[in-house]
């Protein structure tokens, strides 16, 4: 009986420190204090896109937009290609000059961006992200346009901000979906 005992003590010794082995990762909160870090990162970037997609449906407004870049951020549509053409525009004054040529071209009424599936991934004071997005705006002429594709984004931390490093919107689909309004 007494051998008895010593196995089964033996036993949950051995057993007790296989699960502190498999669990001791989540004991340390060095681990605890970088998951943490990450998660709230990653929040902070969803909101860092809230407002871009925000500041683009206010009118376009390009200090809004070019205030959420790094000062030699990029912003570049890859696709089809519509009105933004091929080449990136390079650093806050050119991506508000950008952003402020569209209010003024004034097609758009009102437009509603939407974006879904982030996946960010973090590393230290960098990050990217990709995104699905919609954009959906009536046009002056009384009909509705939509706008289909995803995001390609790089993200840098300075001074304990995020901000956009590069932003690229891939348009795969874009045109009318209903010709007068309702």
């Not at 990762?25 to 204090?33: A, E, G, Y």
């Not at 937009?65 to 050119?94: C, H, N, Y």
Request: with cysteine; net charge neutral.
């Amino acid at each position: 009986m007494n051998r008895l005992k010593q196995l089964k003590n033996r036993s949950e010794l051995i057993a007790g420190k296989r699960i502190l082995k498999l669990v001791s990762h989540t004991l340390d909160p060095r681990k605890h204090d970088d998951r943490l870090q990450r998660l709230e990162d990653i929040e902070e970037i969803r909101r860092l896109k809230a407002a871009y997609c925000a500041a683009c449906d206010d009118d376009h407004n390009g200090e809004a937009v070019a205030a959420l870049f790094v000062e030699d951020g990029t912003w570049q549509q890859a696709g089809k290609i519509g009105s933004a053409g091929i080449e990136p525009k390079s650093g806050r004054s050119s991506i508000a000059e950008f952003m402020f040529s569209l209010r003024s071209a004034g097609f758009i009424r009102h437009s509603a961006h939407m974006v879904t599936n982030p996946v960010i991934d973090v590393v230290g004071d960098e990050a990217k992200g990709s995104w699905r997005f919609l954009m959906v705006y009536s046009h002056i002429d009384g009909s509705f346009v939509r706008i289909i594709g995803h995001y390609e984004d790089e993200y840098v931390r300075r001074e304990g901000k995020w901000y956009f490093r590069s932003l690229i919107a891939h348009v795969e689909e874009s045109g009318r979906y209903l010709d007068k309004e309702l």
